[in-house]
């Protein structure tokens, strides 16, 4: 069974590295319509379906990335460690694009790969959506409306806190979450995971979507959170919050210069580390050339390993 699971890892990855190499002829920032990869080791979470979703899932790309929309079958897709390399420890990956589509590459298969690449188990969480139209016509035309400057004023000035963004419902994203989770735990000794190291990293709403869960969620026990480049307002922080790892560089539109979430953390006693990078802007993923957050996920490794997260505790 092992074996089966490493093999898919590696069907999965290669065609991950052929949607890559196909997609560099266009980094121009158009959408293109995109045939959906077939996922061969996705694994159907069961979540039910979204309301009102009519609309089949669908894939396109942007910036040389795949990306999927209309999400209406949660998946999570296992990365695991080569034999003889895995350290127990696990992380759920939630990729970001503002709850309307994912951004499966940069912020999904890439990062789940460079975990396994270090050991550690990954598992990518596809999840549910709300919904887009259509067309791929339609979907480019709602990407690309006009969208109004925030008006001039104390609220939006640097250093302020920045009004609310409208609040999505998010249940059937916890509840993909929530059988993800179970689903490592279920099938931890199969996947060669410690039950205690369980991690979740999130990038923009997947970032979100991970905070979400750690304030929320009442069958979720995560041993550490990665939000990266996510929302940075303050929060309730519970008594037995996980450490966290926060990222964000300067000139991400979602920073406007907010400490809040970190203070947060920093006031209810629970460890955090933050790096807030010179530049990087929004989606870097692993990495953009020639920016200062290029080097966030080492940073990221060298965290989990200080933290002992990447070892197994005296009688496991």
Do not use: C
């Not at 898919?8 to 121009?28: E, G, H």
């Not at 990365?79 to 939630?94: D, E, Q, S, T």
């Not at 802007?281 to 990221?300: C, I, V």
């Amino acid at each position: 069974m092992t074996y089966n699971l490493i093999k898919f890892t590696k069907t999965s990855m290669l065609v991950a590295l052929l949607f890559f190499a196909a997609s560099a002829i266009a980094q121009d920032g158009t959408i293109y319509p995109l045939k959906a990869p077939a996922e061969p080791n996705a694994i159907k979470l069961g979540t039910g379906g979204v309301d009102g979703q009519k609309a089949p899932e669908t894939w396109f790309r942007q910036w040389g990335d795949p990306m999927a929309r209309n999400i209406s079958t949660a998946t999570l897709t296992p990365f695991l460690p080569k034999p003889g390399k895995a350290n127990g420890a696990a992380v759920i990956v939630a990729p970001g694009g503002g709850y309307r589509w994912l951004s499966m590459g940069n912020e999904g298969w890439e990062v789940a790969q460079a975990l396994a690449d270090q050991g550690i188990a990954a598992f990518v969480l596809k999840y549910r959506l709300h919904p887009t139209p259509e067309s791929l016509e339609e979907f480019t035309a709602w990407m690309n409306r006009p969208r109004p400057a925030p008006a001039a004023s104390a609220n939006n000035s640097p250093g302020a806190t920045p009004p609310s963004p409208p609040q999505l419902d998010l249940s059937d994203q916890l509840e993909d979450a929530e059988a993800a989770y179970a689903l490592i735990l279920k099938r931890a000794k199969e996947w060669g995971v410690d039950t205690d190291r369980i991690g979740m990293i999130g990038f923009s709403a997947g970032a979100g979507l991970t905070m979400h869960a750690t304030l929320n969620s009442k069958t979720m026990k995560l041993a550490f959170i990665g939000p990266i480049y996510g929302g940075m307002g303050p929060v309730e922080v519970p008594k037995n919050a996980p450490p966290m790892f926060n990222v964000i560089a300067t000139d991400d539109f979602l920073f406007r210069g907010q400490f809040g979430v970190v203070e947060s953390w920093y006031k209810a006693g629970r460890p955090v580390e933050f790096h807030l990078y010179q530049n990087g802007g929004h989606g870097f993923g692993l990495g953009n050339p020639d920016r200062t957050s290029n080097r966030w996920f080492d940073a990221f490794t060298h965290w989990l390993n200080v933290n002992k997260f990447l070892t197994a505790k005296t009688g496991k």
